[in-house]
């Protein structure tokens, strides 16, 4: 059994960085996807940017944080971060870390993920 735990929400000017943790305790394979979805009051969750190695190490970002985002995996210590710059309003909402241990495509959305962390809350205030 996979359990995630997130840390490192807040709250934060536009503009400003803050860097989300998720420690993984499970078994945690190179080929799993890991990922941080968000989910904004009233919207749907949302992929955020994953990553995972099959062959080789791959990252996919969604549109809205290219360029200011950036996802960091560490195979050797089962943890997942996502350092935010840039932080702009849009990007307030619940952050979660998720893991899919089939070998689904990883950036296809939430059918890739079977497990989920309790969620870390980011605040961008303008």
């Known amino acids: 059994q996979v359990q995630l735990v997130e840390s490192g929400g807040g709250s934060v000017q536009a503009g400003g960085s803050l860097r989300l943790s998720c420690a993984a305790s499970g078994d945690i394979y190179p080929y799993y996807c890991m990922a941080w979805f968000r989910q904004a009051p009233g919207k749907e969750r949302e992929l955020v940017a994953t990553?995972?190695?099959?062959?080789?190490?791959?990252?996919y970002y969604a549109d809205s944080v290219k360029g200011r985002f950036t996802i960091s995996r560490d195979d050797a210590y089962n943890t997942l971060s996502l350092q935010m710059r840039s932080l702009k309003p849009e990007d307030t909402a619940i952050y979660y870390c998720?893991?899919?241990?089939?070998?689904?495509?990883?950036?296809?959305?939430?059918?890739?993920?079977?497990?989920w962390g309790q969620g870390t809350q980011v605040t961008v205030s303008s």
């Open positions: 990553t995972y190695t099959r062959g080789y190490r791959s990252t």
């Open positions: 998720a893991a899919g241990s089939g070998f689904q495509l990883c950036d296809t959305g939430l059918q890739a993920y079977n497990y």
